[in-house]
């Protein structure tokens, strides 16, 4: 997921340099959308694994 994070905010770039700013817009949010499922899923991850232990 984090790799589809980064994907995304390369796009947004490569977009946003030539002045495609719906595309650019759009890739932003979708990489920080992803960016911020993965942290809370590694979060949750790192949290239900301690109380197993």
Do not use: E
């Not at 959308?33 to 790192?46: G, K």
């Amino acid at each position: 997921m984090l790799n589809w994070a980064a994907t995304f905010l390369i796009v947004a770039i490569i977009a946003g340099l030539p002045g495609f700013g719906g595309i650019a817009g759009t890739a932003a949010w979708i990489a920080k959308v992803l960016f911020v499922v993965f942290l809370v899923l590694f979060l949750f991850s790192l949290i239900s694994s301690h109380r197993r232990v």
